[in-house]
């Protein structure tokens, strides 16, 4: 027998491991073909919604209107490019799934031809979305869509085609290797069964034929047995059923439970059905119902009859009304109780004192209709989706804030549509996502659009209902909040408006209460004051940021308008104290000490019933005003300065006019003379003479034009080009050049430019005026001393000053002051004197923008002073 046994498992385990392993080759085997149909499924179904996204692409540009909103457009571009970026990363994905295919020729050459229309598509999109408010742009590129759609919609479905033959060709070639693997399989177990498992079938039915006969031997032994058995626990069971009843139901009977016999007798009753009809300690044992509860009406022993007669009655709930006139609810089941299968022994009653219930499902109802009403008045809605049946559940209040009829039954994928897209769609769905996966409550504010196209604000509230860490519903309540939000929103872009007006930066706004202590310091007040808020709200008055000897003056007015002292922050607000306002200039000092001017209006804070709580002053920086004003006082001075210098150079005009008519007339008149004489002459000796005389005339004539044109020169010289130039060095040059002067007249020359060592100026100019200053010195020097020249320079408001002094024999300038600079004017007897020079230098000074002046005494010496 241990023999066959251990035959028997050899065997079987050979058997099974050989299914065991037909049925993992068979896993592995379906499962990467299974693998290999969902990837095409895949391809196909990608391929397919590249053709659906090409046409909303086309549709969204063909829908396009400039006319429309700046949000309108923004959505539709956010829209226009999510669907570009969807349909570029597809079609990569099906460029690169195609790659990955074997003998391919067919899709190769379908993608090959799509290529150039599905670039063009998408090019022209991303044109538009690169310059969406440009009408030729999006025109020249709508044109192009609508040229290539319809070649790529083509082209599209031939490769969904495609796929769709290579899958099934894949599906085919499936079937016929699962016929072979069956026949495989089959054949392999019937083979094993035939040469394992059929001879040890054989062994066992002969080792089951031998036990078979013993065992039914053993098998009319115990029956004997059990049947004697039967008949002991029979007798045992109705004997402890006899002695123990009683006990059973009054001991352990937890409800209102009695027990009673054919006659309607109390045979047992529990304790709670005692308690549940004020019986106490009343002996009912042995007495009847009826007699125990004489009220009890004829519809009752009615049921109690027929129960005694095998039927069975239940009632949820009933009324029963005492004497008293207490009404109580039971709940009742009444069936009969058996001495054997086919004899009745009495009836059990079971009672359930359902009253507290009842009154507790009264209240819900009278609550809940209370709440229907409420929400009615409130506008609260609720809502139910039932995620396993995928339902979704509607009050009538909720029906009516989205605008549809009371029956309505909104759909699981459309009732999203409902929420405005954008901000309020995604704030929904992250909030739904949240309470489905980890599921978290949510209360938010969004903004639904109704079934009739109204906008309205509602608070959306959910909360989910996890079984197992699965969320099978979710349920909650709509507000509507439509009214607030309207009036949310205006509030807030009113204090918005508000805020932006109290902290507009470059005004300051201060409040202070009645005693000046500062109540509001506003942005524009920190920016322009240094000052933050907190530093100055509840702790400082305005007199911190004025100039005391401002405070007090203006004080002393105010005090002389009104006829009564007014000092410290009365000053301020006088003013707005008398019904009035006062706008002034005022001098603001900021934290670091620094000062500038401000524009300050001050006034009173009212309320309603006209009563100041406070005073407000706004104060405008005035800075740019007072420079401008100050600018225009300068331009003022300057204009007259040039009016001045304008006079000054038309007085020069017409002394150059005169000058220049007289120095020509007479050499002119001369020579018209000489020429006469010349044509007169008669002798070759008169016309020499007559020529040496034309040499001499034309010689001063030249002389002089040369003069005059380089006056006009440097008067109207407009390129005068400047450079930075050394004082010592300009110097340095023009002491070379009359070297020999300086020799021969054993002039000394000092010089000190510590102060002021360069200037930008022209360079011919400056060696020019260095000359003619230099050489006149030498030239005009006293016979009783040897010449001293002595130049200076220095920074005055900002403008560069050379002094140059001599002490040669001086200027009477009362006399000749006027004429100082004039062309042509002498002042001395010198045989080289011809009034050039110094009227030279000047013109080449008011030229470049400066001026020059001069002071002399009379054998005494003269300083001429530039400005640059």
């Known amino acids: 027998m241990e023999e066959l046994e251990k035959s028997t498992k050899k065997r079987y385990l050979l058997f099974i491991a050989t299914i065991i392993l037909i049925i993992i080759a068979a896993v592995i085997f379906y499962q990467n073909r299974i693998n290999i149909l969902t990837s095409e499924l895949s391809i196909i179904n990608i391929a397919g919604k590249q053709r659906m996204l090409s046409q909303r692409i086309s549709k969204h540009v063909f829908s396009w209107d400039f006319k429309q909103s700046d949000k309108a457009n923004k959505i539709y571009l956010d829209s226009l490019s999510a669907l570009t970026n969807e349909w570029q990363k597809n079609q990569n994905f099906l460029i690169l799934a195609n790659k990955q295919v074997e003998n391919s020729e067919r899709l190769d050459s379908l993608f090959a031809a799509a290529q150039p229309k599905t670039t063009a598509l998408l090019n022209a999109a991303l044109q538009i979305l690169k310059d969406p408010s440009n009408p030729e742009v999006f025109n020249t590129n709508t044109e192009i869509i609508k040229k290539v759609e319809s070649s790529v919609l083509t082209i599209t479905d031939n490769i969904v085609s495609e796929y769709q033959n290579m899958a099934e060709k894949n599906l085919n070639n499936l079937y016929r290797v699962t016929y072979l693997i069956a026949i495989i399989v089959a054949l392999v177990i019937i083979g094993q069964f035939s040469f394992l498992l059929l001879p040890l079938i054989k062994n066992l039915r002969k080792k089951s034929q031998s036990l078979h006969l013993a065992n039914e031997e053993l098998a009319n032994s115990n029956r004997a047995i059990q049947e004697k058995m039967a008949e002991v626990k029979a007798l045992q069971a109705d004997l402890q059923l006899r002695d123990e009843y009683n006990k059973i139901f009054i001991d352990q009977a937890p409800n209102a439970m ?85 004899k009745i022994g009495g009836l059990l009653i079971y009672t359930l004192d359902i009253t507290n219930i009842k009154e507790n499902e009264n209240e819900k109802l009278r609550i809940e209709e209370i709440l229907d009403k409420t929400n009615q008045v409130a506008r609260i809605g609720t809502w139910e989706v039932d995620l396993i049946k995928n339902k979704i559940q509607w009050s009538k209040v909720t029906c009516e804030i989205h605008e549809v009829p009371h029956d309505y039954v909104p759909e699981l994928e459309t009732a999203i549509n409902f929420f405005k897209e954008g901000k309020s769609r995604d704030k929904i769905q992250m909030a739904v996502n949240n309470a489905i996966e980890k599921g978290i409550s949510y209360d938010v504010e969004v903004e639904l659009i109704t079934a009739k196209g109204n906008s309205r604000w509602a608070r959306a509230i959910g909360q989910a209902e996890m079984v197992d860490g699965q969320c099978v519903r979710l349920y909650g309540v709509f507000h509507n909040i439509n009214d607030i939000k309207v009036t949310e929103n205006a509030l807030n872009k009113a204090n918005e408006e508000l805020s932006a007006i109290f902290n507009v930066g470059p005004i300051s706004i201060i409040g202070t209460d009645m005693n000046g202590l500062i109540t509001h310091f506003n942005k524009g007040a920190e920016n322009l004051l240094q000052y933050s808020a907190a530093e100055m709200i509840g702790k400082m008055t305005p007199e911190v940021i004025h100039l005391p000897e401002e405070v007090e003056q203006h004080g002393k007015e105010l005090s002389k308008l009104f006829g009564q002292t007014i000092s410290g922050f009365d000053v301020f607000v006088e003013h707005a104290r008398r019904d009035s306002h006062e706008s002034m200039e005022w001098t603001y000092v900021r934290k670091d000490g620094s000062h500038f001017p401000v524009q300050l209006i001050t006034t009173a804070i009212k309320d309603k019933n006209g009563e100041i709580h406070g005073f407000l002053g706004v104060a405008t920086d005035i800075s740019e005003r007072v420079h401008n004003r100050k600018k225009l006082i300068e331009t003022k001075e300057n204009l007259e300065a040039l009016t001045a210098k304008l006079k000054n150079q038309n007085r020069q005009l017409a002394d150059f006019a005169h000058i220049t008519s007289h120095n020509l007339r007479s050499p002119v008149g001369n020579l018209q003379t000489l020429s006469r004489f010349y044509k007169e002459a008669k002798s070759e000796q008169e016309r020499s003479e007559l020529f040496e005389k034309f040499e001499i005339v034309i010689d001063h004539l030249s002389s002089t034009l040369n003069t005059m044109v380089e006056v006009i020169r440097t008067t109207d010289d407009s390129s005068k080009t400047t450079q930075e130039l050394s004082f010592q060095i300009t110097l340095n040059k023009t002491q070379e050049i009359i070297s020999s002067q300086i020799t021969q007249s054993g002039a000394i020359l000092k010089s000190d430019f510590t102060k002021a060592p360069t200037v930008v100026y022209n360079d011919i100019y400056l060696d020019s005026i260095f000359l003619n200053l230099i050489s006149n010195a030498i030239k005009y020097k006293s016979k009783d001393r040897i010449p001293e020249i002595y130049l200076k320079s220095k920074i005055e408001n900002g403008k560069t000053i050379l002094s140059v002094s001599d002490n040669g024999l001086g200027i009477n300038m009362e006399k000749h002051g006027h004429k100082l600079f004039g062309l042509n004017k002498v002042f001395h007897s010198h045989p080289e004197a011809k009034g050039v020079g110094l009227y030279m230098t000047k013109v080449q000074i008011e030229a470049m923008g400066g001026s020059i002046s001069a002071s002399s005494e009379v054998g005494v010496g003269t300083t001429f002073t530039i400005t640059f």
């Not at 007699?291 to 029963?320: M, N, R």
């Not at 089941?333 to 054997?340: E, G, K």
Request: contains cysteine.
């Open 258 to 342: 009695a027990m009673f016999d054919s006659d309607m007798k109390f045979l047992a009753a529990s304790e709670r059905w005692r308690s549940d009809y004020n019986l106490g300690d009343q002996d009912i044992i042995g007495k009847s119902l009826y007699e125990v509860f004489p009220a009890i009406d004829e519809h009752w022993k009615k049921i109690h009859q027929e129960c005694l007669s095998g039927s069975l009655h239940h009632e949820d709930e009933t009324a029963y009304k005492w004497p008293d006139g207490r009404v109580q609810w039971l709940s009742f089941d009444i069936r009969p109780w058996y001495i054997s299968p086919d």
